[in-house]
């Protein structure tokens, strides 16, 4: 599904009315007849709807539903939060078809609670039309009053196009927002309805066709938000004859004393994640632990540089070790330990195998980030949550969650590297600048090992011959659909990196047997 930006969705509107000459009156009877569809469809034949309307477009798209709907034979008020002298425009045109009794106007805080509060606490919907993609500032007054009351009411909401209050790009909460049922936006779906916290406000999804010319669809920059339909086609069913040879060998270097459980949840999500073959490269001094916890896996003894660390003198070692391999992790585990510091940036000026750096990994990139310069593999792939990426810029976790798609995106460019920027709804930037976000997951992920078991999964896709941007985005996808299918069994508390560890092989199979019968259906045998 594509994504776009308030303002890419504005040029779109703006394009199809001046270059293929669409009426925004017929942009605006579509876009009004699309949500009253789905309210029928939802709450029946007839009943009470209480619009509050705004004085633009998108208070224009409300009257459209009130005269609708009551056409329907619903009992219709439409509460207006401006003069009538201020509705301009094709809303002003859709006002006056409305008769005049439906409507009144509200402009003065305190006429709302005063007036109509029975009204709107004894709707069947409520619509809300007040403030589309185009807020930009917080909300005050008399729509800050109704957004308050319309929350209040308990009733369910159909927001148009997004809950008023979101801005539309980068989801935030500007002043206070409109906690909505369902949402039925236009075209395509807008970032502040995926990215939290406007994901949150938004409910139930729902994007209609208004009749845009599907040129101007195709050709709209966007982003690819990853849901079941946009991940099946990436994943590979297995050959019959297939052997544990072709799946790929993925080497992890990994690991400390008091973080043996980062380098065992990676090499084991490897494993799950279908690996043929899995190694696991750890300190001598704690590599009988991590053949207990292990089993699976393989494990090689690297030079110890003393309680349980890796340091340079470990490098010859593990060149050794990357001929029949197919790919590389570096990092969960690691410690920072100069010595180790050195030799996660030796490795990195040498490799040239498909690399994943995670966690300690690419904190040593963060002591010299002139070593991302020097990088031979051309398929690197970095995995920070907001707290290393702020240490890889060198600014502050604020700066990088006020922006996390232009962040991610203009690292990616900056450093010829493809970066999965984690966090709720994890964004995925490659070097061409292009950029994914992830749809599954939720708050139960919130624990250690979960960036563990990650990279174990992207790295084992990687050895398995998947190009490092479909890596990335199934990785991420699978992770966070297998987190959701453990909460849906057990809850979102208490889940820990083994419980998603463990549904890796659950959720392929999911994955694939909705791929097979999405196929059945294609040739007509369903």
Not at 77 to 84: H, M, P, R, S, T
Not at 340 to 351: F, K
Request: with cysteine; glycine share 12%; aromatic share 4%.
């Amino acid at each position: 599904m594509k994504v776009v930006s308030a303002h890419t969705m504005q040029e779109t509107d703006k394009r199809a009315i001046e270059e293929f000459k669409i009426p925004g009156l017929e942009l605006m009877e579509k876009a009004g007849c699309s949500c009253v569809e789905e309210i029928v469809a939802e709450f029946g034949l007839k009943g009470r709807a209480v619009i509050m309307a705004g004085k633009g477009n998108n208070g224009g798209d409300g009257y459209v539903i009130a005269r609708l709907l009551g056409q329907k034979g619903w009992n219709v008020k439409v509460i207006i939060l401006a003069e009538q002298n201020q509705v301009g425009g094709d809303a002003a045109i859709n006002l006056e078809k409305i008769p005049a009794a439906w409507t009144n106007f509200c402009v003065h805080e305190g006429q709302l609670a005063a007036l109509h509060m029975e009204e709107i606490f004894q709707a069947d919907v409520i619509v809300d039309a007040m403030l589309g993609t185009g807020l930009r500032s917080d909300v005050s007054g008399v729509y800050q009053e109704a957004i308050d009351l319309v929350n209040a009411s308990g009733r369910p909401v159909l927001s148009v196009d997004i809950p008023s209050g979101i801005h539309g790009t980068t989801g935030r909460v500007l002043g206070d927002a409109v906690r909505a049922y369902i949402t039925v936006t236009f075209a395509f779906a807008k970032l502040g309805h995926v990215l939290y916290p406007g994901a949150e406000h938004t409910g139930r999804l729902v994007v209609a066709d208004v009749g845009i010319p599907q040129q101007l669809m195709e050709t709209a920059s966007g982003y690819d938000f990853l849901n079941q339909e946009t991940m099946r086609p990436l994943l590979h069913r297995r050959d019959r004859q297939a052997h544990k040879g072709v799946f790929g060998h993925c080497l992890i270097i990994a690991g400390s004393t008091g973080k043996t459980g980062a380098a065992a949840l990676s090499a084991n999500s490897a494993v799950r994640a279908g690996s043929g073959l899995v190694t696991l490269a750890v300190a001598e001094g704690i590599n009988s632990i991590l053949e207990t916890k292990t089993t699976e896996a393989m494990t090689v003894p690297l030079p110890d540089a003393g309680s349980g660390h890796l340091s340079s003198s470990s490098f010859p070692s593990i060149e050794k070790l990357l001929p029949g391999k197919d790919s590389v992790a570096i990092g969960p585990g690691l410690d920072r330990r100069p010595g180790t510091v050195a030799l996660v940036q030796a490795l990195v000026e040498t490799i040239t195998l498909p690399l994943v750096i995670d966690a300690d990994g690419l904190n040593a990139l963060a002591e010299d980030m002139t070593v991302l310069r020097r990088k031979k593999s051309k398929q690197v792939i970095l995995t920070p949550h907001h707290g290393e990426m702020s240490r890889l810029l060198g600014t502050s976790i604020p700066d990088v969650d006020a922006i996390r798609i232009s962040v991610a995106q203009e690292f990616a460019r900056n450093y010829g590297v493809f970066l999965v920027l984690k966090g709720a709804r994890t964004i995925i930037a490659s070097p061409d600048g292009v950029a994914a976000i992830n749809g599954s997951g939720n708050p139960g992920m919130a624990t250690g090992g979960m960036g563990d078991v990650l990279t174990g999964i992207i790295v084992s896709l990687l050895g398995q011959g998947y190009p490092a941007w479909d890596a990335c985005r199934l990785g991420v996808f699978i992770h966070g659909y297998a987190a959701d299918m453990v909460a849906e069994e057990k809850g979102e508390i208490g889940i820990n990196a083994s419980d998603v560890q463990e549904m890796l092989p659950f959720a392929y199979n999911k994955l694939l047997k909705n791929t097979l019968l999405s196929n059945l259906r294609m040739f007509g045998e369903l």
